[in-house]
């Protein structure tokens, strides 16, 4: 997904070590054993300049954004292609302050448990990554600090976690989300036929599609489901109107729903397709986004 996403797929010299300098911050890599999966995850967290002082003063912790990557690419990716200078940028002119972004590998499982139940990737994230990070890392351990976004795949991952957990997450954000309005049968043919978006399926949905864990994990049902609580998160997503995967109806689809439901939120439709360039052009609004919500909601208290 930005799988196609014309990201450079050149990460692993640029993060041959643990930890790698980028200004005043810094990146640290590392993994964590998970039981749920049984592998090891591989992820990278950005960390402010000042962070090691704020861990040994006892400083109040620090939000955090969770960063899901597009399919085809991994914990590195916004880490090692130019978007580290957006965010630093951000924070130079004084439009972000300090926060730790997290990024975990999600390979290929759209973030949520595979219908045939072997990669409980949801099951993961929330019960033994996140806890895992907060008790790693000074970052706010409260819903008010917690914010999640993500790129075409991650997109869709963000969204369905948010919507599906709006108790954990106080704001969303998705650029280029993997939102299909297709129904299971028409994805089906799409993944016999070849075309652009069945290709990009892969069988976490079930091979055919199982329609039943298609609904569980459907971002439109789930933002019905849990519409009184979404009008306490603050949630923006935009796409580009030539994307190659049809993406811009799911997007679309969705500021409709959501209108109708009276959930506020946050939607562009930009020129652009479902590459890196669009990416990058809408990255700094996207994590100004997440910085003005826990600015609002009291997270923000270090700057």
């Known amino acids: 997904m930005v799988s196609a996403c014309r990201f450079p797929i050149l990460f692993s010299l640029f993060f041959s070590l643990a930890q790698v300098a980028f200004g005043q911050g810094r990146i640290d890599c590392n993994a964590i054993k998970s039981r749920i999966l049984a592998e090891t995850v591989h992820f990278c967290v950005s960390l402010p300049a000042g962070y090691d002082?704020?861990?040994?003063?006892?400083?109040?912790?620090?939000?955090?954004l969770y960063f899901l990557h597009g399919l085809g690419e991994n914990e590195q990716t916004l880490f090692s292609s130019g978007s580290w200078n957006t965010i630093e940028d951000l924070q130079q002119q004084k439009r972000i302050g300090d926060l730790l972004i997290v990024a975990p590998d999600g390979r290929q499982s759209f973030y949520i448990n595979s219908a045939d139940g072997k990669v409980r990737y949801s099951d993961?994230?929330?019960?033994?990554?996140?806890?895992?990070?907060?008790?790693?890392?000074?970052?706010?351990?409260?819903?008010?600090?917690?914010?999640?976004?993500?790129?075409?795949?991650?997109?869709?991952?963000?969204?369905?976690?948010?919507?599906?957990?709006?108790?954990?997450?106080?704001s969303v954000s998705a650029q280029s989300a993997a939102l299909m309005t297709e129904s299971p049968q028409q994805l089906n043919l799409a993944v016999r036929t070849g075309t652009p978006l069945g290709r990009l399926m892969g069988t976490v949905f079930g091979d055919p599609i199982?329609?039943?864990?298609?609904?569980?994990?459907?971002?439109?049902?789930?933002?019905?489901?849990?519409?009184?609580?979404?009008?306490?998160?603050?949630?923006?997503?935009?796409?580009?109107?030539?994307?190659?995967y049809g993406f811009e109806k799911g997007a679309a689809a969705?500021?409709?729903?959501?209108?109708?439901?009276?959930?506020?939120?946050?939607?562009?439709?930009?020129?652009?397709?479902?590459?890196?360039?669009?990416?990058?052009?809408?990255?700094?609004?996207?994590?100004?986004?997440h910085w003005k919500a826990f600015q609002a909601s009291g997270a923000a208290s270090k700057n």
């Open 124 to 170: 993961f994230f929330v019960r033994e990554f996140m806890p895992y990070i907060e008790g790693k890392y000074l970052v706010s351990r409260d819903r008010k600090g917690r914010g999640i976004t993500g790129l075409s795949m991650g997109g869709y991952g963000a969204l369905r976690l948010a919507f599906a957990s709006p108790q954990l997450f106080s």
């Open 210 to 244: 199982d329609a039943a864990h298609w609904r569980q994990n459907d971002p439109f049902l789930l933002a019905k489901k849990n519409q009184a609580a979404l009008r306490n998160q603050a949630i923006y997503f935009n796409c580009g109107d030539r994307d190659e």
């Open 254 to 289: 969705l500021d409709r729903q959501l209108r109708a439901q009276g959930v506020r939120h946050e939607y562009h439709l930009y020129p652009g397709n479902h590459g890196f360039a669009y990416f990058m052009n809408h990255l700094g609004e996207t994590i100004e986004f």
């Open 53 to 64: 002082a704020a861990v040994k003063a006892h400083s109040a912790p620090y939000p955090v």
